[in-house]
Nanobody, 127 residues
Framework: QVQVVESGGGLVQAGGSLRLSCAAS????????MGWFRQAPGKEREFVAF????????RYGDSMKGRFTISRDNAKNTVYLQINSLKFEDTAVYFC????????????????????WGQGTQVTVSS
């Protein structure tokens, strides 16, 4: 089992950057694929990015390509999400999640593929 805790959110001006971190517990962290999702007020949860257990494969939501970068450091049990050129519409709570039992069936962009979720970190972009 994995427990994850997000950090790094905050208030930032449009055009700025943030790096979110997701610290995970558990000796088997390096065997889990990890994902980032976000949820804005009044909107459904949205897939942001995925990274395979080794870091060798990544995937991004269509509106994230070019500004978002996911990475991981298995030695530190941490996954990162770098967000550049922040826009007002990036305002949301960002969640980190570790793959679950249905991951290989549903794929990395489906929230139901992940069984272990953090509490989220708020990102607010001022225009």
């Amino acid at each position: 089992q994995v427990q994850v805790v997000e950090s790094g959110g905050g208030l930032v001006q449009a055009g700025g950057s943030l790096r979110l971190s997701c610290a995970a517990s558990g000796r088997t962290f390096s065997s889990y694929a990890m994902g980032w999702f976000r949820q804005a007020p009044g909107k459904e949860r949205e897939f942001v990015a995925f990274i395979s257990w080794s870091g060798g494969s990544t995937r991004y939501g269509d509106s994230m390509k070019g500004r978002f970068t996911i990475s991981r450091d298995n030695a530190k049990n941490t996954v990162y999400l770098q967000i550049n050129s922040l826009k007002f519409e990036d305002t949301a709570v960002y969640f980190c999640a570790a793959e679950g039992t249905r991951y290989r069936v549903l794929g990395p962009e489906n929230g139901q593929s992940y069984d272990y979720w953090g509490q989220g970190t708020q990102v607010t972009v001022s225009s």
